[in-house]
């Protein structure tokens, strides 16, 4: 049983299958894709570039699909995904518009009860979750959100007809990634453009452009030495190491390097420039002063400039959005910038919105780009139950554990891809799920070959991997920031760093060296095991 139909659940059903599993999936969705069908909003695109966003398990998908340019729009995207299920022919093994609503796993014949909001019930061997890290959209309780008398859009479940902006007053709350790329296009058509932010961002120029087809010729003739150095990096990208530590570096040197990635764009500015910056708050002070120079020198007006300048935490330590004309277009007449950092939004009356000193800004549409109960919050929502009937909601109510990011110790039989734990969201996410995947479909087809009926973490184990990624991480700048990557963004979340922060390329090695030793650290059970002890 996979819950999901992203990235995740299609590449799981297509490798259970090949291995001669009988495997369903359920989707919530009206179609494949997870966030590529959920996040319609104007300007959704990737940040990783195209020719390592994808699929890289089949030859024949790779070489049978072309992207048009570095970093495509959603509708590509799920073109693409599209592409790839019906290729494989996955969707008959999908039930859609079907929520998983409960999980119990029975200890009496080693099954999971699996229940679904049309009243569904199902048992399966293994339990997989492929629910995503960033689907489980936050939507703020503000005072008053349901007397508003215009629209109230999110950008992570936006509607799938075109929603036309002309001519109205919109609000944009939240500049994270979606709402940095949301903002050039509100604009456009918006007679104005309130940005509300929180926190101001560090974006970098994404330089988007077309792919020729000497571009794509290139990219084919060094694919092998790409996907060498892209599963080398911590990152998941193929991209070379940073050269030198930001600190090691003359002023002059350090400038020119910064000048010449930043004109190249992308994710290389913040992760190949230098080796210091999220270990070293002095360094890190290089990178954010070279941004807030930029935008000083792309925002005319200086009271806007110093407002996208408020920076409150170490550049790189919330996940780095990437955008296309975000900072020009605070140098358009229709939109201005609201920071709401110490003055917060107090309530929503009908005609907009209220800050906390009484100011008014009166609006017929309101977009919220408030992001996600990221990592847990979609797998927590499923109501699972392990072993004693223990809630996973209770189990990880002081934050969550699970060994390797793949299994909770108490939930025999569960995986999770891309789980609380494993290094998914500090990386390019279409190589981490590779990962995840083969090695859960490896791992069942090893316990199928020796009568295996369970597996279930080890609590030691999942302890110990919970202390080793507290300590990691704040050998780094990342648990300074009040991040989702910290579950600091939703109110009440525990205040723990959710990801393996040593790299896709480290964590790869750890696992295959568990498989390799029998699968270390998780006790491996069969019944006729059970029946000779009893
Ligand atoms: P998702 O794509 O999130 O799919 C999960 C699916 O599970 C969803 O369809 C959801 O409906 C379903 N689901 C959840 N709960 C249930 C339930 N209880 N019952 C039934 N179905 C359920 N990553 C990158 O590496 N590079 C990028 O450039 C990048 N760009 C992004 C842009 C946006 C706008 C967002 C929001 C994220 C981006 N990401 C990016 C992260 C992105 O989520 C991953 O790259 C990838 O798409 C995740 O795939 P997934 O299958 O694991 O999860
Ligand atoms: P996000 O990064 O969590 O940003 C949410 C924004 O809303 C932040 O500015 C936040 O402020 C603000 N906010 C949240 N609640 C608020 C409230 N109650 N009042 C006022 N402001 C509030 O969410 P996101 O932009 O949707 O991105 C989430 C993740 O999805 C990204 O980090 C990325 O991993 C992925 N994503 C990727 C891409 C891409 O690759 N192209 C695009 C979009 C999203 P604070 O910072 O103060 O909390």
Known sequence: MIVGAGFSGLYMLHSLRQ????????EAAGGVGGTWYWNRY????????????????????RREWKWSCRYPAQPEIL???????????????????????????????????????????????????????????????????????????????????????HGQ??????????????????AAEAA??????????????????????????????????????????????????????????PADERQSRYDELWAGGGFRFMFT????????????????????????????DPAKAAVLCEFNHPAGTKRPPIDTDYYETFNRDNVSVVSIRTNPIREITADGLVLQNGD?????????????????????????????GEALRDKWDRGPRAYLGLSPAGFPNMFMITGPGSPSILANFPVCIEQHVDWIADCMVHMRDRGIDEI????????????????EADKTLLPLADSWYMGANIPGKPRVFLAYPNGIHTYTALCDDVARRGYEGFALRSRAMAEAAA
């Not at 009166?362 to 929502?381: M, N, P, Q, W």
């Open 456 to 471: 279930e973490a080890l609590p030691q184990y999942e302890d110990d991997w919970a202390k080793m990624i507290a300590e």
């Open 42 to 61: 104007p300007g959704a695109r990737c940040d990783s570039e195209s020719h390592y966003y994808c699929y890289s398990f089949s030859e024949e998908l």
């Open 192 to 249: 104005h453009l309130t940005v509300f932010q929180r926190t101001a961002n560090y974006s970098v120029p994404a330089r988007n452009h077309l792919l020729t087809d000497d571009m794509r010729r290139e990219q084919d003739e060094t694919h092998a030495d790409l996907r060498r150095k892209t599963l080398a990096s911590p990152i998941g990208m193929p991209f070379d190491p940073p050269p030198a530590a930001a600190l090691a570096t």
């Open 79 to 165: 073109d693409y995904l599209n592409f790839v299920a019906d290729r494989l022919d996955l969707k008959k093994d999908i039930e859609f518009d079907t929520r998983v609503t409960a999980g119990t796993f029975d200890e009496h014949d080693h099954r999971w009860q699996v229940e679904t909001d049309h009243g569904e019930t199902v048992r399966a061997r293994f339990f997989v979750t492929a629910v995503g890290n960033t689907s489980a959209p936050s939507k703020p309780a503000i005072p008053g959100l349901d007397t508003f008398a215009g629209k109230i859009f999110y950008t992570a479940n936006w509607p799938h007809e075109k929603v036309d902006f």
């Open 169 to 186: 007053r919109v609000g944009l709350i939240g500049t994270g990634s979606s709402g940095i790329q949301a903002t050039p296009h509100l």
């Open 360 to 388: 008014r800004h009166d609006l017929d549409t309101v977009v919220f780009a408030t992001g996600f109960d990221a990592v847990t919050g979609s797998i927590i929502r499923m109501n699972l139950r392990g072993k004693g």
């Open 273 to 300: 420039s230098f080796s210091d910056l999220t270990t070293d708050i002095e360094a890190n002070d290089t990178v954010a002063q070279y941004i807030a120079a930029k935008i000083r020198d792309t925002v005319t």
């Open 19 to 26: 291995r001669g599993f009988t495997t369903r999936l359920f």
